[in-house]
C-alpha cells in the first residue's frame, strides 16, 4: 500500500490477501496442483510462499504430502483456520528453510520469488538445493520483466526474465529441465493470436515474447 513501511517485502496483510485472493477456493489450484504432480517427484513436497494455503490446501486433498511456508502471520492463521489439516508454518527468508538435507521430493515456488530482494532470492535457492533430495525437483514460476503491468506492482522487487531465471537457478547447483512460459499477449488475447504468439515464443525462446519466468529443474 502507497506509503506503507513494511518489515520486508514479501510480507503481506490480512487486507492485502484478502483483496489478492477475493472469492478463490482451493479447487482453483487443481488444475495447477495436476500440472506440478506430473513435474514433480513424489514424496514429501515443500510450498515455499504459501500465502493463505490454497495450493497447499488443494495438494494436501489430492493426497500429496505437502508442508507451506509462509512469512506473513496474517497468511498463516488464515490458512489453519480455514482447513486445520493443512500443514502451513510462519517462515521467513532468509532463514535456512526448517528441513534436513535431502528431506524433500518436490518445491514448488509459486509467484514468490519476485517479491524477495536478490541475495535472499539466492539464499532460498541455494537452500533448495540443500533440502532436495538428488533427483529433486525445482519449480520456480513467476512474472516475466517485460511484463510492464507486473513491474508496476510494487512488490514485484526482483523480476527475472526466462534466461535470467534459468542462469540464477543453474548457479544454485540445478539442472534446467524445462522452461513452460506463457507467451505475451502482444498481439492481443485471442486464442488464435495467442497460439500465434506461443509457437513464436517456442520458436525464438525470446524473453521479449514471454508472460513469464518459469523454470523446472532438478537436483543432479
Known amino acids: 500500500m502507497q506509503g506503507e513501511v513494511r518489515p520486508t517485502p514479501n510480507v503481506h496483510t490480512a487486507e492485502e490477501f484478502e483483496r489478492a485472493y477475493?472469492?478463490?477456493?482451493?479447487?482453483?489450484?487443481?488444475?495447477?496442483?495436476?500440472?506440478?504432480?506430473?513435474?514433480?517427484?513424489?514424496?514429501?513436497?515443500?510450498d515455499v510462499g504459501a500465502g493463505i494455503g490454497l495450493f497447499t490446501e488443494c495438494a494436501r486433498r489430492n493426497g500429496i504430502d505437502v508442508t507451506g511456508l509462509e512469512a506473513s502471520r496474517d497468511g498463516?492463521?488464515?490458512?489453519?483456520?480455514?482447513f486445520p489439516e493443512a500443514d502451513v508454518r510462519l517462515h521467513v527468508l532468509p532463514d535456512p528453510l526448517p528441513f534436513a538435507d535431502g528431506s524433500i521430493a518436490t518445491i514448488v515456488c509459486h509467484q514468490t520469488i519476485e517479491h524477495l530482494e536478490g541475495a535472499t532470492a539466492r539464499a532460498m535457492l541455494a537452500?533448495?538445493?540443500?533440502?532436495?533430495?538428488?533427483?529433486?525437483?525445482?519449480?520456480?514460476?513467476?512474472?516475466?520483466?517485460?511484463?510492464?503491468?507486473?513491474?508496476?506492482?510494487?512488490?514485484?522487487?526482483?523480476l527475472y526474465t526466462p534466461s535470467s531465471l534459468a542462469r540464477e537457478v543453474e548457479r544454485s547447483g540445478?539442472?534446467?529441465?524445462?522452461?513452460?512460459?506463457?507467451?505475451?499477449?502482444?498481439?492481443?488475447?485471442?486464442?488464435?493470436?495467442m497460439y500465434l504468439m506461443l509457437a513464436a515464443l517456442k520458436l525464438t525462446r525470446s524473453d521479449r515474447l514471454s508472460a513469464t519466468a518459469n523454470c523446472v529443474a532438478v537436483r543432479p
Open 22 to 46: 477475493a472469492g478463490r477456493e482451493p479447487d482453483y489450484y487443481q488444475a495447477m496442483v495436476e500440472r506440478f504432480a506430473s513435474r514433480g517427484r513424489p514424496g514429501k513436497w515443500l
Open 76 to 82: 498463516v492463521d488464515i490458512a489453519r483456520a480455514r
Open 127 to 158: 537452500d533448495c538445493h540443500r533440502v532436495l533430495e538428488h533427483g529433486g525437483v525445482l519449480l520456480v514460476y513467476s512474472p516475466c520483466l517485460y511484463d510492464p503491468e507486473q513491474r508496476a506492482e510494487a512488490t514485484h522487487i526482483n
Open 174 to 193: 540445478f539442472r534446467v529441465r524445462r522452461r513452460p512460459n506463457a507467451p505475451s499477449p502482444l498481439l492481443g488475447g485471442s486464442r488464435p493470436a
